[in-house]
């Protein structure tokens, strides 16, 4: 509805005389006489419409890191967990991207902040607990299912704690093991068990992947410092002996797959453990 006001108007020809032959009173008393008013109809701003649309190129890339975690969990359950194991991974490489494609293309919104949150709960807490479960940790009962539980409120905490603290933190680096760098533990140590490249007995099997499960929910919880790589920006140059660096990357990788990113993971997930060490024996701190 329309909303009014009165606008005061002074009748000019009732003050004929100048303001100096009057005392202040007065003046004041006849400027009072003198107004009359009128109603003037206000029209208030209205408000600025805001846009209902969203970046394509970068929720793109969250939606396909969800499906591979989809894809993940409806792999366990059909017992194709090798599968499921690749699927994570590819979770991971498409989770890293559309973040870096969103600054380079300046399309970061709290949209897609909030969608890849929840992807990320999907894909590396819910699916690497889910497939977990399903390859080895029912064989232990109530303490299989307690890992997964573990692992997966983990992350959930991981991720709540990393939306509330995105502009407090250090942008070097993570505060708690990330959930991807977690469910790539999880789903490399799957990956390369089930293919029986690992010297363990079966029976021990279970108890391993308890193991992992526990250490990486509570890890994620954790106040260890790890490397984020955001300081690295693909846009600008490099030595040269960080091409070299990646090309021996593909190689190993590509020479013996489960075991080559199981072993980074392995190294990555207890480096936040060795900065913590380093920075309370020196008592300086890493950067």
């Not at 969103?102 to 889910?130: C, H, I, K, W």
């Not at 977990?132 to 983990?154: I, V």
């Not at 939306?163 to 533990?185: E, Y």
């Not at 250490?215 to 410092?225: D, E, H, I, W």
Request: glycine share 8%.
């Amino acid at each position: 509805m329309p909303t009014f006001r009165r606008r005061g108007r002074i009748d000019r020809s009732r003050l004929n005389h100048s303001r100096s032959d009057r005392s202040s009173s007065d003046w004041a008393d006849e400027v009072a006489d003198g107004l009359d008013y009128e109603v003037e109809e206000l029209h208030p701003p209205k408000p600025r419409v805001r846009s209902k649309g969203i970046y394509l190129l970068p929720n793109a890339f969250t939606t396909a890191a969800l499906f591979c975690g989809f894809f993940a969990i409806v792999n366990a359950m059909n017992h194709q967990f090798e599968v499921a194991a690749i699927a994570i991974f590819a979770s991971l490489v498409l989770d890293g991207m559309d973040g870096r494609i969103a600054r380079m293309t300046n399309t970061q919104s709290a949209f897609g902040e909030q969608y890849d949150s929840l992807a990320d709960m999907v894909s590396f807490g819910v699916a690497p607990a889910l497939v977990a479960y399903e390859w080895a940790l029912k064989d232990l009962g109530k303490w299989g299912w307690l890992a997964a539980f573990t692992y997966c409120a983990g992350a959930a905490l991981r991720l709540a704690r990393f939306n509330v603290n995105t502009g407090v933190v250090d942008k070097k680096f993570f505060q708690g093991l990330p959930s991807p760098a977690a469910g790539a533990l999880m789903a490399g140590f799957i990956w390369l068990a089930d293919d029986n490249k690992i010297p363990v007995r079966d029976t021990a099997i279970p108890w391993i992947t308890f193991f992992i499960a526990v250490y990486a929910g509570l890890t994620m919880v954790s106040n260890a410092r790890f490397y984020s790589g955001k300081a690295l920006d693909v846009r600008y140059r490099v030595p040269f002996g960080v091409m070299v660096l990646m090309i021996l990357t593909f190689v190993l990788i590509s020479s013996n797959p489960p075991l080559t990113l199981f072993g980074v993971f392995v190294v990555y997930s207890i480096s936040g453990y060795v900065i913590w060490a380093w920075e309370r024996l020196s008592g300086k701190r890493f950067s």
